[in-house]
């Protein structure tokens, strides 16, 4: 593991094994961190492939600076174009898992030229558009009221505040026509409870890519990773990299 120290003097823990063009980058889900099983098994896939691969954790993440309830998605998308920018070269696959299936539509809408192509995981895309009506009444009004509050929710002690949610609005990517037409890959489970299915939908309906498929998984979760979910996720790399 290294760090990549940011122009704040933060650290940007990450992993990087040198390889060929195009490479790719793994982006983790929300209080996630690059040490999961998709990432550890996209790095294999990356590694037999002979491909560059980079993972890391976002800042409040893993191994990276500072506490979770410091940052907001306009935080995580820098992350992820300093080590875009900073650490690989050439033409990039971006897997995005969760949350980070909207940070890649974000990095692809800031560095259209060197994004080869994009594999979303159950995409989370504008998901603090429909989070925040989710939450406990009494949850919402200590937001509103305090700016902060605390909640168990997906097994995790988590810390909202009123920044988290008005930065993710100021990032929206589903609101209007997402300009992107290098080919595109979604893999959905019909049984997440967590990301539903219908975001695969939107995000399909709104880029303009003409080379976009959805592969949904009938018995799948949101987490897509037993070994049969894993495959699905390797085949899709294979077929990225056949159309580029």
């Known amino acids: 593991m290294a760090y990549y120290i940011n122009k704040f003097n933060q650290k940007i823990a990450y992993k990087y094994t040198k390889g060929k063009s195009?490479?790719?980058?793994?982006?983790?889900?929300?209080?996630?961190?690059?040490?999961?099983i998709k990432a550890l098994s996209i790095e294999k896939y990356a590694k037999k492939n002979k491909l560059s691969y980079l993972r890391f954790d976002c800042r409040?993440?893993?191994?990276?600076y500072g506490k979770f309830e410091n940052f907001t998605i306009s935080d995580w998308k820098k992350d992820l174009l300093d080590v875009l920018d900073?650490?690989?070269?050439?033409?990039?696959?971006?897997?995005?898992?969760?949350?980070?299936?909207?940070?890649?539509?974000?990095?692809?809408?800031?560095?259209?030229?060197?994004?080869?192509?994009?594999?979303?995981?159950a995409p989370a895309a504008d998901f603090t558009s429909y989070l925040f009506?989710?939450?406990?009444?009494?949850?919402?009004?200590?937001?509103?009221?305090?700016?902060?509050?605390?909640?168990k929710k997906w097994?995790?002690?988590?810390?909202?505040?009123?920044?988290?949610?008005?930065?993710?609005?100021?990032?929206f990517v589903l609101k209007n026509?997402?300009?992107?037409?290098?080919?595109?890959?979604?893999?959905?489970?019909?049984?997440?409870?967590?990301?539903?299915?219908?975001?695969?939908?939107?995000?399909?309906?709104?880029?303009?890519?003409?080379n976009i498929q959805?592969?949904?998984?009938?018995?799948?979760?949101?987490?897509?990773?037993?070994q049969n979910e894993l495959k699905t996720i390797n085949n899709a790399i294979d077929n990225i990299l056949g159309l580029i």
């Open 86 to 121: 900073n650490i690989t070269n050439g033409p990039q696959i971006i897997i995005g898992s969760s949350m980070g299936g909207w940070l890649m539509m974000l990095a692809a809408k800031s560095r259209k030229s060197r994004i080869a192509g994009l594999i979303g995981l």
């Open 177 to 210: 026509n997402f300009l992107f037409n290098k080919p595109v890959i979604l893999i959905h489970g019909l049984q997440d409870k967590d990301v539903s299915p219908d975001i695969s939908q939107k995000i399909l309906k709104k880029i303009s890519s003409t």
């Open 155 to 171: 097994n995790y002690n988590y810390i909202f505040t009123k920044k988290f949610f008005q930065e993710g609005s100021k990032n």
């Open 133 to 151: 009506n989710e939450l406990p009444m009494r949850v919402r009004k200590e937001i509103n009221k305090k700016g902060i509050s605390k909640l």
């Open 60 to 64: 409040g993440h893993g191994n990276s």
């Open 214 to 226: 959805i592969r949904y998984l009938k018995n799948s979760s949101h987490q897509l990773s037993n």
């Open 22 to 36: 195009p490479g790719i980058i793994f982006v983790h889900g929300l209080n996630s961190d690059m040490q999961g």
